[in-house]
């Protein structure tokens, strides 16, 4: 079952397993950005009201809004 990154809290962790609906060019930049599909996160920040998230992936901090974080299909893991 694929879940958002927004379903989140703070210190859960996550396995990116694809991608829904974002056009090419910016899955691509998600792709730059080492959030390749098998990829473990982490949120280790939430925004007063929700926009940004900070997650921790690949050894680095990475913020997206909403509509970014949104393209993202993720699977929460324990």
Known sequence: MSEKL????IGDMAV????????RSYRQKLLSMGL?????????RVAPLGDP?????RGFALSLRKGEADALDIRKVE
């Open 6 to 9: 927004k379903e989140l809290a």
């Open 16 to 23: 990116v397993t694809g991608y829904t609906g974002s056009n």
């Open 36 to 44: 390749t599909p098998g990829a473990r996160l982490s949120v280790t």
């Open 53 to 57: 998230v900070e997650i921790r992936v």
